[in-house]
């Protein structure tokens, strides 16, 4: 009896050491399975974090691609910046086993991103008030200067509208025309064949404006057929050449002038009606219509 009550007292420690151990096994499989669960937690956590971090990344940098100046030193600032965005993606995607501290620090990129984008955005909002103000005042210098083109062209039309008057107003005029005709011996004959010579008697008119000085006054004669009886010199009028008949250097000091100017002609002049046109500085002072008859 001895021997066997040994002998169960060792095994009844023998299965109580296995009890221990097979417990202390089950605890062990247990914590490496919780282990495991909080390891497969952490790497799934991880992973989300990844994706969220490469989504904040790409919406990052459409709000970039959505920054838009004309400005071209902002522009290249906005480039580099989106170059670095583009980087940082590429850089996550590669990663295959990401951990905490590279999240961390991929979140902070973000987060300086964000700021270095809000400067940008303050600076474009400051650069598109100030374009906007240049417009408006560009529209108000624009429509000045219109106002100012359109009052200058106003003045311009006055002023030549003014010249014309005074230039009207300065023009000397001629009264009294009278036609004489002359025989050869310098007396007043009323026979058509003896007619040799004419006499063109007017007087010029005072005019305060005109111009003062020497002058030439020039006589036309057309005759019946509506052609000059020239010369052959010429005058300028409207910067024309015209044929004129006969002509008198006379001193107009702005008074009443009485002139004559004779005119003389080889040939008979013929039977009609005749036109005495007088000039000076380039326009027509006077005229007047005569007849010669039988």
């Known amino acids: ?52 971090v490469k989504l904040e990344l790409t919406n990052l940098l459409e709000d970039y691609e959505s920054l838009s100046t004309n400005n071209d030193s902002l522009n290249y600032q906005l480039e580099k910046e989106k170059e670095h965005i583009k980087e940082l993606i590429s850089e996550v995607e590669r990663i295959k086993n990401i951990n905490a501290s590279q999240i961390n620090k991929y979140k902070k990129e973000l987060e300086t991103l964000r700021q270095i984008m809000k400067h940008y955005v303050y600076q474009i909002d400051s650069l598109n008030i100030l374009n906007q103000n ?44 009278n036609i004489e005709f002359l025989n050869k011996r310098g007396k007043e004959t009323s026979r058509t064949k003896k007619i040799s010579k004419l006499k063109i008697n007017f007087t010029m008119l005072e005019n305060s404006l005109a111009s003062q000085g020497n002058k030439i006054v020039y006589l036309r004669i057309i005759n019946p057929e509506g052609l000059v009886i020239s010369s052959g010199q010429t005058m300028e009028v409207n910067e024309q050449a015209l044929a004129y008949s006969a002509s008198r250097q006379i001193l107009y000091e702005g008074s009443n002038l009485d002139i004559a100017i004779y005119f003389d002609d080889e040939d008979v002049l013929a039977q009609g009606t005749y036109k005495a046109e007088l000039y000076v500085d380039g326009y027509l002072m006077g005229e007047k219509s005569f007849l010669i008859g039988k």
């Open 134 to 177: 240049l417009m408006a005042e560009n529209i108000n210098i624009k429509k000045d200067k219109q106002e100012l083109e359109y009052m200058f062209d106003e003045v311009v039309e006055q002023n030549a509208e003014y010249e014309v008057v005074v230039e009207k107003a300065s023009m000397i005029k001629s009264t009294n025309i």
């Open 1 to 52: 009896m001895g021997n066997k009550e040994k002998t169960t007292k060792i095994l009844i420690g023998l299965i109580a050491v296995l009890i221990v151990g097979i417990g202390f096994l089950t605890w062990m499989v247990v914590d490496l399975k919780n282990q495991n669960k909080h390891i497969g937690q952490q790497h799934e956590l991880v992973s989300n974090e990844k994706e969220l």
